[in-house]
């Protein structure tokens, strides 16, 4: 049998280069089969607890009533009617904006 040449050079110029057959990859891939190997996840600690965080956060709601009713008294009494809060109010729409 003839050397396969890699390029111009033949293969035996370079031991480390084996000749692979498409036999020798499907006896390999059979092997490989036979053990067993599984894909596995492992997540760690802080990746779960993450996950559980994330599951806790979808299942809330998108509007916090409590905040809502809150601010409602405050218009219904007209705390937010004195020139401190319409000061503060206006500063921090200006900041927006700029």
Known sequence: MEPKKVGEMPSSAHPEIKEITRDKIKKHLSKLSREG???????????????????IIKRMPDIRKDKIREV?????????????????TLRKIIEEIL
């Not at 409602?72 to 503060?88: F, G």
């Open 37 to 55: 190997l599984k894909d596995e996840v492992d997540l760690s600690t802080e990746a779960k607890k993450i996950s559980e965080y994330v599951e």
């Open 72 to 88: 409602e008294k405050k218009l219904a009494s007209r705390e937010y009617d004195s020139k401190q809060v319409l000061e503060e």
